[in-house]
């Protein structure tokens, strides 16, 4: 099953982007740490090429705290960074800069740069560093926290379009704010399914109740049957429609003549799903397992 959505949005978007990493000498990418493989945009590493890359596994705190272990262990092992964020609370950030500071200056001692390189081969005195991701996995939020520490020290720069603002958060590093890019197209129907799940697309682009019927069996499987004990479902149940009746039923969601609204129900459950209120759960696992 093949998604797609505004491609000529999002090409732009992406030509935006591969301009401004010209300037940049670490990417630091946000992902949703309870799907970092689906929340990753496969484009970005063609558009970045062999730039430092540091991922900031956010929203840790609605995640499964060993499998986002095993996660910072997968990436460390490839011969990346991972640091487990969370920004709302700002837990990770400044792990995350250092990390950034790190990542920029090793690729500086292999390039035999010696120091962040401005334009026409000069130095500067910082590293600059991108901020990307996409829609809705907390790269706003991460740039406000980042932002607010610093005293939201902001201005333009040279060779940079003047709506681009600068960041300075240290001695070390600057970054600079990127828009949300999704993938033009999605061909594979699981990451589909996560990237619906955990509102990186807008509801009104899919079927709640489609998305609940590929969810309820993975989180079963996975062992995670919080939600069973939450809406009443008993454990023997399997049909998705019978366990969207008793989420419905357990947020009163009855019709006139007493039938279940199963679509309000699937939007409920979605919605409470990333909220954390079914407990802390991760829809991947290193080596490409749910």
């Not at 590493?45 to 272990?69: M, Y």
């Not at 997968?74 to 790190?102: E, F």
């Not at 009104?204 to 004990?229: K, Q």
């Amino acid at each position: 099953m093949a998604q797609s959505w505004y491609p000529g949005h999002m090409a732009k978007a992406e030509a935006e982007l591969a301009a401004m990493l010209k300037l940049i000498d670490v990417v630091i990418e946000i992902v949703d740490s309870r799907a970092p493989t689906a929340t990753s945009n496969p484009a970005l590493a063609v558009i970045a090429g062999r730039l430092p890359l540091v991922v900031a596994l956010n929203k840790a705190d609605l995640a499964d705290e060993a499998t986002t272990e095993a996660w910072r262990r997968h990436v460390r092992a490839a011969g990346g960074i991972a640091v487990a964020t969370n920004s709302q609370t700002g837990a990770g950030i400044q792990a995350a800069m250092r990390a950034a500071v790190t990542a920029a200056r090793s690729g500086s001692s292999r390039s035999g740069r010696g120091g962040g390189s401005g334009k026409g081969g000069g130095l500067r005195r910082r590293f600059r560093s991108a901020v990307v991701g996409m829609p809705n996995v907390g790269k706003s939020s991460f740039i406000n926290r980042v932002s607010r520490r610093a005293g939201a020290r902001v201005g333009d720069k040279p060779g940079v379009t003047r709506a681009k603002q600068w960041i300075v958060v240290g001695p070390d590093l600057e970054l600079l704010d990127t828009p949300g890019i999704m993938p033009t197209r999605v061909d594979d129907q699981a990451t589909w399914m996560k990237l619906c799940a955990l509102g990186c697309v807008d509801d009104t682009l899919f079927d709640a109740e489609e998305v609940c019927r590929w969810l309820f069996p993975v989180l079963d499987e996975a062992g995670y049957r919080g939600f069973r004990e939450k809406y009443s479902v008993q454990d023997d149940l399997s049909d998705p429609h019978v366990i969207l009746e008793a989420v419905g039923k357990a947020r009163g969601l009855l019709a006139p003549g007493g039938a279940v609204d199963t679509a309000r129900a699937a939007l409920i459950f979605l919605r409470e799903l990333r909220g954390g209120k079914l407990g802390r759960i991760t829809l991947e696992r290193p080596g490409g397992e749910r």
